[in-house]
């Protein structure tokens, strides 16, 4: 049979050179894999670290991971138009908690206008418990039509360990 310009039988097929040249690229693809395969971790450091004397205190090792939050929330409601009221309701409500640090809090406020009554909530947040509700917690502010107006349902999301 006559072969055309590409290598290839007339009839369609391709020719035993080009075959045997993939299957050539394919051995070498796969002995480089394996190759690879059975190095150690680049990343990975083998050195052994120092014992610490006696004389040391060991502390345990600062978490390297960051913190997970608890899927369940806390929630608690609130009333009202004075500031310090409200303040002082945020407080009572949250003692349960003390100690915890909020990562995440989702304020429902009541009525078409809720958005605005739980952006004021969520600023009166940290005057309550600075400890709890730290610059660092994360607040969102959304409204709940059938609940009435200067009323609003705080969802608090919890990490799950002490942070730093």
Known sequence: MSRGRDGR???????????????????????????????????????????????????????????????????????????????????????KWSGREAALVLTFGGSSNGTVYAHRVNELLGKARPEMFTEKTATDDYHALGKRAETAVVRVYFYTAPGG
């Open 9 to 95: 039988r007339r009839g369609g097929r391709p020719g035993v050179v080009v075959l045997a040249g993939w299957l050539f690229a394919d051995l070498l693809l796969v002995l480089a894999l394996v190759s690879m395969a059975d190095r150690p971790d680049p990343k990975a450091d083998d050195r052994p670290t120092p014992e610490p004397s006696k004389s040391e205190t060991t502390e345990p090792p600062a978490p390297t991971a960051p913190r997970s939050v608890d899927r369940h929330p806390q929630e608690f409601e609130v009333a009202g138009r004075k500031k310090g009221d409200l303040v002082k309701q945020i407080a009572k409500d949250t003692r």
